[in-house]
């Protein structure tokens, strides 16, 4: 299995919600990110696991909470979105844990947010 | 963490030759310069990624001159399928130098 699991693909909001984002992957890779893409614009770094632990936080607002379980799973936990936040929210996943910025990077498809 | 400077669109015909240049004036020297493919709607796709001189895969080369200050993505015989954007990033073993996505390239591909 070399690929990279995003759930929902699509996913509606109101301002109120709490809703949760779902990625995986079963590659054995130990760093995994989310990243935020706006139209037009370039994936934005939001968070990375290193090892299952939060290693980097891009000053994200804590309106999202991202989560690891395992080593194959990763969560984004939102609540309370502005409707500025609507996006293409990806997941990314790499084999090493120790050079996350190193290594090649296997994206899902992604998860696009509309924030009503 | 090195900027990346990239045209911002590129228009090509099928079966030509594509170059992408992406500058990088500030690379520091344990810095790798990586490509990635994006279609829309989609996850970027990892291309290639080198150090110096020239690495070739069987999706593309990418050229390093001897001063690493730019980079050159080539892609042969480009079909319209091969329409996406093409991001370059710089950035250092162990550092978040490679996740930072720049601008990026607009290449569209006509028949």
């Known amino acids: 299995d070399t690929e990279v699991t995003q759930t929902p693909k699509h996913l509606v909001m109101g301002m109120t919600n709490k809703k949760s984002l779902k990625c995986e992957q079963h590659?054995?890779?130990?760093?995994m990110y989310w990243y935020k893409q706006k139209a037009k614009k370039p994936p934005e770094l939001m968070f990375v696991?290193?090892?299952?632990?939060?290693?980097i936080n891009e000053s994200v607002p804590s309106r999202f909470s991202p989560e690891c379980p395992n080593s194959s799973l990763l969560n984004l936990h939102l609540h309370a979105l502005q409707p500025e936040d609507s996006a293409l929210y990806l997941c990314a996943s790499s084999p090493s844990g120790t050079d996350p910025g190193y290594n090649e990077q296997f994206f899902g498809p992604g998860t696009r947010l509309t924030v009503l | 963490l090195a900027k990346t400077t990239q045209p911002i669109s590129m228009d090509s015909y099928e079966g030509q030759e594509v170059n992408i240049t992406c500058s990088h004036n500030n690379i520091a020297t344990n810095d790798y310069i990586t490509w990635y493919q994006q279609f829309p709607s989609q996850g970027p796709r990892f291309i290639i990624q080198?150090?110096?001189t020239k690495v070739t895969n069987e999706v593309a080369s990418l050229f390093i001159p001897a001063d690493r200050k730019s980079s050159t993505l080539s892609l042969p015989r480009v079909s319209l399928s091969d329409t996406a954007v093409y991001y370059c990033l710089v950035g250092t073993r162990g550092s978040q130098g490679n996740l930072i996505f720049g601008k990026g390239t607009k290449l569209s591909v006509k028949p």
């Open positions: 590659m054995g890779h130990r760093a």
């Open positions: 080198g150090y110096k």
């Open positions: 696991y290193s090892y299952e632990k939060l290693s």
